[in-house]
């Protein structure tokens, strides 16, 4: 594997493949994607979904992943304010790579913790 160490302006693929990991690679985020993977929700629905995650937290999550059109925010002009959120297609595109992740996660987390452990046994 070629690593790039140069520090190339923000124009190059490494750069954007960085700033789309980024994007994703947040624990929030994922667990957002992965909350509202199948269906429209409101943001009480996802705050009681994810177990120690902060209202401002949400709120700044939801925000950024909105602006990089991973997901949909729809208001209804009803009262009160009705707000849910769902994956945009580009959103349902980048679930499937998580879903990927996650599936080898769980496959290969066995040899993950012996790993670990021998590791450990060495330090």
């Known amino acids: ?3 790039n160490n140069s520090t190339e302006v923000h124009t ?3 750069c ?3 700033e ?3 994007i994703i690679g947040d624990k929030w ?3 957002i994607l ?3 993977c199948t ?3 409101r943001y009480s629905e996802i705050h009681r979904q994810i177990p120690g995650i902060s209202q401002k937290v949400l709120t700044t999550s939801l925000r950024q992943l909105e602006r990089d059109g991973i997901i949909k925010r729809t208001i209804y002009p009803v009262v009160p304010p009705k707000v849910e959120y769902e994956l ?4 349902n595109s980048v679930f499937e790579v998580i879903e990927s992740l996650r599936t080898w996660s769980i496959a290969h987390l066995d040899e993950i913790e012996a790993a670990r452990s021998r590791y450990d046994l060495h330090k």
């Open 34 to 36: 992965h909350t509202i």
């Open 12 to 14: 190059s693929p490494d």
């Open 88 to 91: 945009t297609p580009l959103g």
């Open 39 to 41: 269906s429209q929700m």
């Open 29 to 31: 985020s994922v667990m």
């Open 16 to 18: 954007a493949w960085r």
């Open 1 to 3: 594997m070629v690593r």
């Open 20 to 22: 789309v990991v980024d």
